[in-house]
């Protein structure tokens, strides 16, 4: 009811999401068992140069099947390019300028890495975008509901948990204070709901 929570884990390099609930969490890493899919990605290039440019990347994770309307809505400007995109690019580009100025040999400090407007490290976003990216890029099919049943459990476990990635994608606009007050709200209309419904029951 109250959205995932982002927890970030830093000695172990990746990030866990843990649901309003509390009593699932799940865990994403980038570590070397995913160079491969790196390789695939790069031959996988429209123009067949065998490299991917940084235009490439933004139109797969545009590409990407988003589910919220936030998360698909075209509002940013990333890094370098001259056209709206939305937020996964915008992250993307973010984390993508610092590596630039890292590998350039620019000044980089750990201010670097924190979006201003919400005080949050880009790190703990990575693993959620290269969550979303392989989403795009395998074209992982949507399971298809159950004739007579009110529900699948597969398609509930991939619908239910790209909504909790792209919910904690989400927090990466807004401080620690405006998610908690923004959680609190949502968990209020949701008690007033609950009683009205249990009073006209």
């Keep these: 009811m109250g959205g995932p929570r982002l927890v970030q884990i830093p000695k172990y390099g990746c990030c866990c999401i843990q649901n309003s609930s509390g009593r699932r969490s799940y865990q994403f890493r980038i570590g070397t068992e995913h160079r491969s899919v790196g390789k695939r990605f790069r031959n996988s290039d429209p123009h067949g140069r065998g490299q991917v440019r940084l235009w490439d990347v933004y139109d797969k994770l545009g590409d990407t099947p988003w589910r919220g309307k936030q998360t698909k809505r075209k509002q940013f400007i990333p890094y370098l390019s001259r056209s709206r995109r939305n937020l996964g690019c915008w992250i993307y580009g973010e984390i993508y300028r610092v590596r630039n100025d890292f590998l350039h040999g620019n000044s980089v400090d750990a201010n670097g890495l924190i979006v201003k407007r919400s005080k949050r490290n880009l790190f703990g976003y990575a693993p959620l975008l290269y969550r979303m990216a392989l989403t795009g890029f395998l074209k992982l099919p949507e399971p298809a509901s159950i004739p007579g049943a009110d529900w699948s459990r597969e398609r509930y476990d991939l619908i239910a948990n790209q909504g909790d990635i792209e919910k904690a994608l989400l927090t990466v ?21 609950s009683r009205r419904t249990a009073l006209t029951a």
Excluded: K
């Design 173 to 193: 606009l807004l401080t620690e204070a405006q998610f908690r007050a923004d959680r609190a709200a949502r968990l209020a209309r949701v008690r007033i709901t």
